[in-house]
């Protein structure tokens, strides 16, 4: 199960469009996004996942983002992983139903971890850890980062855990061009409703200078884009991230193709747009009545 940050709800929609046609996979492994997805399916947690995420809304996001600029990353991910540990509790990799693992990228030296075994959510926390988004995760002694950077379809990891047949899901085909560009003033609506005297903000600016009060707007527009023309920092950094995906994506796949590759097409879908899951899932079902007749062949041949 391949990164994509938001996008990566479509994972849910292709388990489920799967299981409908009576197919059970033995072995998960995922990519940021595809980690948090791929755990809930092997945890037994699918159904609690799908309805969080069907429920979100813009403000539950902002809610949920525990913002930091003082730490390797806009925002920690600890409010994130509590509500989570809330949630689920403390699960072991190793104890999971279903043979699970992770990928993740180490900082200092650019290797691909896979993180087979040890406490499930910490694990999930380092495979999801965006670089300039989320702060970098310490973990084993090593600090880790999303595991996009090196395999955002992690068919090889799969491969290696015993997989004779692989279905994959890479979810930045199509993505090469586009950015996370919501409609500005929507989302900057969105935002500034959301915003008050106790709001995120604050808790940014108080790490720096409370003179830093008065430029919230300027702070908005810096993030978003001041206008169509002129894209934002989350613009630059999803298009920068979706243009390297892509490229390591296909050098990846050359070498170690899987036996089916799952694509949906969710280029409509901004990098935080988390909650358009209904979109994201919908699209995950049809990608793969798309391809129904090659996975038709590909279990007549099992």
Known sequence: MGSGSARGWAHIGVIRALEEMGVYPEIITGCSIGSVVGAAYASDHLDMLESWATELTWQDILAYMDFSLLEG???????????????????????????FAAVATELSSGREIWLREGNLLDSLHASIALPGLFAPVKLDGRWLVDGGLVDPVPI???????????IA?????????????R???????????????????DRITNQISSSFSEKKEALLSSLLGQNKDVPGMFDV??????????????????????????TPRLSSLGLMEF????????????????????????????
């Open 156 to 166: 090889s990891l799969c491969r290696a855990m015993g997989a004779d047949v692989v």
């Open 275 to 302: 909650d358009q899951a209904d979109i994201a899932i919908e699209e995950g079902r049809a990608c793969v009545e798309n391809m129904r007749p090659a996975l038709d062949q590909m279990l007549s041949e099992l």
């Open 73 to 99: 990353g806009f925002i920690r991910g600890d409010k994130l992983m509590a509500f989570a540990r809330q949630h689920v509790g403390e699960l072991n990799i190793q104890s999971l139903p279903l043979t």
């Open 237 to 262: 950094l999803a298009s920068s991230i979706n243009i390297m995906q892509d490229k390591i994506t296909r050098s990846r796949m050359a070498g170690d193709p899987a036996e089916v590759m799952l």
């Open 183 to 201: 409609k500005d003033q929507e989302m900057r609506k969105q935002i500034n409703n959301t915003i008050s005297d106790e709001d995120v903000w």
């Open 169 to 181: 899901v890479n979810l930045n085909g199509d993505l090469v061009g586009k950015h996370l560009k």
